[in-house]
Every structure is written in structure tokens, then in C-alpha cells.
């Protein structure tokens, strides 16, 4: 009977604590939370754009490394030799991010993007150099133009240690896989702070129906910024008493948008604009401080380093069949910001610096109350 009885409470712990865990892995729609029309993709993540593939390496040690590295890779093939047409659009420019300008002039994108802290941006380059030159093809190659975006993450990281090495960066890009993209703390979102709550690495996708050509849309986001938070509308910074303005808060934002919709780099220019649209839907503000950048990329062709022919023949999507495409933009985007909050989790870094999280069960509530969730 003693057997019976502790194998009972037993079961009852595991429950319990199974239900715990489920609860603090729910997304903001398992909340009947919805954001814009759209439907999504199967994963609700920026993976479900075929092909695309992220990896992540978390560094959470002792009482003051809280930071990591993101990497995006947009196909499984040799990305400087089968380079994709890309663009970059600066929404507030107080930031490192190494390699615009090269993107900004040929439109193309030949290795993965990474993200990490600021002061991490130089060995992050230096890495997806070394990346690309040992790559199967690439002996010949002498110019790399790697792609590192940043946001800073000195609040709760001790960022004037530079504790990312060029193996971390290795790491997350062999590590890089399709499938489920883990978010909150994790990676380069490990020790950021957003709208005054812990921030992280947060993502969504939409999927256009086949009337309106089919095409996949996803966002990857670090969120890092400040301004007044709303979701589906509602003010909940003001709710909750937290706000740029009436406290401190400020930072940065990177957001990757992919798309497997054939654009050139001046469509992917205008989706990346939209992109920006969707941080503002949440109040952000892309402050004097901020660093806000959107990094756009189509998977849909190649464009080869090396070819024969005079000519890239390449069938692109009209101007006026793009518009489904921006709705995407925006609805990923706003979500991926979302999700990457209700994901995250109360940290304390260096200093004994502590961020809360965002206070999910509350933000529900008020949700409810207006009318904007289940």
C-alpha cells in the first residue's frame, strides 16, 4: 500500500510538473492570441521556408556571461558560390552590422547571417570567413563579404569580455538545422531586454494561400528595444506602467525575413521595409539609440558566382503581385517580436543586473478583457 501510495504522488509530481512545463512553452496563439489574417506555416517559424535551416549556442556561465550566437542559413548549398538575392533596410542606424554595403550595391547575400552581441560582431566575421573558405569550392576565394548583425546585451552580459569565440560561431552554423526554432533565451537573444521585460530571439512565418501565389514568408527577430508595448492593439506597456519615457529603455532590434517568393533585391528592399512596419505595430520606437536593422533574402533562385553566360535569366514576381507578400512581412514580423517575450524567462546577469519576464498570465487578462484573446 506504501508502494501504491508514493507511486501515486509520484505520478501526480510528474503531472504536475509536465503541465508546468507545457504552460511556460506556450505560445502567444495557444493563448487564443492572433495577430493580422494571414495563416501560418506548419512551425510558425522562419524555418518553414524550405531549406532554411538556424542554429544556436547559448553561453550562460557563472554570474555574468549571459550571451550567444544566431545563425541563418538560407540553403544547404554552397552560399557564396550559389549566392541568394538579398537586401538590407536600416530602419535606425546606431549599430554594427558588418557587411551592408557590399548587399547594398550587388543585391546578393553569399554566406549566412549571424547574430551576436556588439562587441562579438568582429569574431563573428572572422568566423563565417572561416567558414566560407573552407567550404568544398572556395579555395580560390579572396574576398568574403560576411553578414553579422548585433544588438547589445550589456545590461545582463558581461559584453567588455567578449566571451563569443570563433568556435561558438562554427558551432551554431554546423549546428544549424530545419525544423522547430527555439526561442527566448537562447543564442543571441540570451541576455537581451525587451520594452523594459527579458527579451530573446522570437520567430513566426505566414503562408500565402495558393491564390495568392503559395509563397512562404518568415521572420527571425533579437529583440532588444524599447517603446511602448502593444499586442493586437492593446496597450499593455501602458497597462503594466512600463514605458519608454517614463523609464529607461532603448536598444536595438535585428530581424531576418525570408521568403522562398521570387523577388529581386529591390522587392526585397520594400519587404524588408514592411518588416520595420511590424516592429512598430508592438511600440517600437527605433530610438536615437537603436540599432534597427531588417535583413531581407529570397531562396527562390541562385545567382552563381561563376557562370559562362552574359545574362541571369530569372522569372520574378510582379510589382503588383508583391502586396500578400508585405502583409506577411508585417504579420511575421509583429508576431516573431511577441513570441520571442512570452518565450522568455526572468534573468539576472552581471552587476546582479535582473530582468523580469514579461508577466504572461497578466498580459492574458488584460488581452481577454479587451476582447483579443480566448
Avoid: W
Wanted: one cysteine or more.
Amino acid at each position: 500500500m506504501v508502494f501504491i501510495f508514493r507511486l501515486i504522488l509520484i505520478t501526480c509530481f510528474l503531472t504536475i510538473f509536465s503541465a508546468s512545463m507545457a504552460q511556460s512553452d506556450k505560445r502567444p496563439r495557444d493563448y487564443g492570441i492572433r495577430f493580422g489574417v494571414l495563416p501560418v506555416g506548419p512551425l510558425n517559424a522562419i524555418t518553414d521556408v524550405p531549406g532554411v535551416r538556424v542554429g544556436q549556442v547559448t553561453l550562460q556561465q557563472g554570474q555574468n556571461i549571459r550571451t550567444g550566437v544566431t545563425a541563418i542559413v538560407p540553403h544547404e548549398g554552397n552560399l557564396f558560390q550559389q549566392k541568394c538575392p538579398a537586401a538590407i533596410y536600416i530602419g535606425n542606424g546606431f549599430g554594427k552590422l558588418t557587411g551592408y554595403s557590399q548587399v547594398e550595391e550587388l543585391g546578393t547575400l553569399e554566406t549566412p547571417i549571424v547574430l551576436t552581441n556588439t562587441l562579438s560582431v568582429p569574431t563573428a566575421a572572422e568566423a563565417l570567413i572561416d567558414y566560407t573558405l573552407g567550404q568544398r569550392g572556395n579555395e580560390q576565394v579572396r574576398s568574403v563579404n560576411s553578414v553579422v548583425g548585433e544588438t547589445n546585451d550589456g545590461t545582463l552580459n558581461d559584453i567588455r569580455g567578449r566571451h563569443v569565440t570563433r568556435q561558438h560561431v562554427l558551432d551554431a552554423l554546423r549546428q544549424a538545422k530545419p525544423g522547430p526554432v527555439d526561442e527566448g533565451n537562447i543564442g543571441a537573444g540570451t541576455g537581451t531586454v525587451c520594452f523594459g521585460f527579458k527579451g530573446g530571439i522570437g520567430t513566426a512565418s505566414r503562408k500565402l494561400p495558393a491564390s495568392l501565389g503559395g509563397y512562404t514568408v518568415g521572420a527571425l527577430v533579437q529583440t532588444n528595444f524599447g517603446g511602448a508595448l502593444q499586442i493586437s492593439g492593446v496597450p499593455i506597456g501602458v497597462e503594466l506602467g512600463r514605458y519608454s519615457f517614463k523609464e529607461g529603455l532603448d536598444g536595438s532590434c535585428m530581424m531576418v525575413v525570408l521568403t522562398d517568393a521570387p523577388l529581386d533585391a529591390r522587392n526585397l528592399k520594400r519587404l524588408a521595409k514592411r518588416a520595420f512596419m511590424g516592429l512598430a505595430q508592438t511600440g517600437g520606437i527605433a530610438s536615437n539609440g537603436s540599432g534597427d536593422y531588417v535583413i531581407a533574402v529570397s531562396t527562390a533562385y541562385r545567382i552563381p558566382h561563376e557562370t559562362t553566360s552574359a545574362f541571369d535569366e530569372v522569372k520574378l514576381l510582379r510589382n503588383d503581385n508583391v502586396s500578400p507578400l508585405f502583409m506577411a512581412a508585417i504579420e511575421a514580423t509583429e508576431e516573431a517580436i511577441i513570441n520571442s517575450l512570452f518565450a522568455a524567462q526572468t534573468m539576472t546577469g552581471d552587476q546582479g543586473h535582473k530582468i523580469d519576464e514579461l508577466p504572461v498570465e497578466k498580459v492574458v487578462d488584460l488581452l481577454r478583457k479587451a476582447g483579443q484573446a480566448k
